[in-house]
């Protein structure tokens, strides 16, 4: 089975990025994993400390696993916007593959000291582990809010960031660029997007050449997404376009059959709504692929090209 690592890399060499969905429930993750097999592409679900509070930390990493093995396809579990040392350890020992470890509120100093004391600590739990860190404010809840934030004074610096890379020795970044967890109003009408800082991803890539995961993606411009893609973005996170889906799919399952009790004849309508958000998630992030030629393509040719004419 391929790894986390592995899948990350291909995504890169391939100009496309790999989603990653939060999830609360066994609703949320049957229609992200359906989704991510129906379009044959690796997925991440992710689960923060409220989410996994609500699952089980145990209980989601033995699914997912189950997922994975039984059905022998890559999907992957990340321990989402951890604050503490102590609930990230719960994670990693869970069978979590990514931990994202955010205390990205601290100062710099602070955040630096106490990232790369978990990137130790999780990897001597588990080497494969992946570690995220987090410098700048994107704010926090994917949850529909009334009034937009100024988050300009949080935008990362690329040089900060090169810092905090280099310091901490984190696997994965998650930088501020424009984006910003949670819709407002007018993005869930439709009305407005996010938009990215297209530049600050490109120089943020090049001065840290580490993967880097763009937070706080519902309800971002479709040509900003493709861009961030292109000039350095490995994973999207997505959660508030989920949490909608999932709301809209159960209010019209619960209208349509209002005397039904059985719940695995209404729920599949909330899994349908989901699945249709995600799948069109999928499909955006793929849309850049650069074909790459395999090295078995590459000798197949040569062998072609030697044969006696
Ligand atoms: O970690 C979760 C994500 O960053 C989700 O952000 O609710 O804006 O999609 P979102
Ligand atoms: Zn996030």
Redesign the pocket.
């Known amino acids: 089975m391929v790894t986390l690592h592995e899948v990350l890399n291909q995504a890169e060499t391939e100009g496309v990025a790999i989603g990653?969905f939060?999830v609360s429930d066994w609703i949320t993750l049957k229609a992200v994993f359906e989704s991510a097999s129906d379009e044959n592409v690796p997925v991440i679900v992710?689960a923060?400390e409220g989410e996994r509070q609500f699952l089980g930390v145990r209980q989601i990493a033995a699914v997912v696993k189950s997922l994975r093995e039984e059905c022998g396809f890559p999907i992957f579990l990340n321990a989402?916007?951890t604050h503490s040392l102590a609930s990230a350890m719960e994670a990693a020992k869970a069978g979590f593959d990514w931990i994202?470890f955010d205390v990205s509120t601290l100062p710099l100093e602070e955040n630096i000291r106490q990232t790369r004391t978990a990137v130790e600590a999780l990897k001597a739990i588990r080497p494969e582990i992946l570690v995220e860190g987090e410098i700048g404010d994107?704010g926090s809840?994917?949850?529909i809010h009334d009034a937009a934030r100024d988050l300009r004074k949080g935008l990362t610096a690329p040089a900060e960031a090169r810092q905090f890379v280099e310091e901490t020795r984190i696997d994965t970044l998650?930088p501020a660029v424009g984006?910003?967890?949670?819709?407002l109003k007018s993005m869930v009408a439709g009305d407005t997007k996010?938009r990215l800082d297209i530049e600050r991803i490109r120089t943020i890539k090049e001065q840290t050449r580490v993967f880097m995961?763009?937070?706080?993606?519902?309800?971002t411009d479709d040509g900003d997404l493709r861009r961030a893609i292109a000039a350095g973005i490995t994973v999207v996170?997505?959660?508030?376009?989920?949490?909608i889906a999932w709301r809209r799919g159960l209010d019209r399952a619960l209208s349509a059959q209002p005397n039904e009790i059985v719940p695995y004849k209404i729920l599949p309508k909330a899994i349908d709504s989901v699945k249709e958000l995600v799948a069109a998630r999928l499909a955006l992030f793929s849309s850049g692929r650069r074909h790459v030629r395999l090295a078995s393509e590459q000798s197949s040719e040569r062998s072609v090209a030697e044969q006696p004419r």
């Open positions: 990653h939060n992710g923060s989402d916007h994202v994107i809840g994917s949850e998650a984006n910003m967890h949670g819709m996010k995961t763009l937070h706080g993606a519902s309800g996170h997505i959660n508030t376009e989920v949490r």
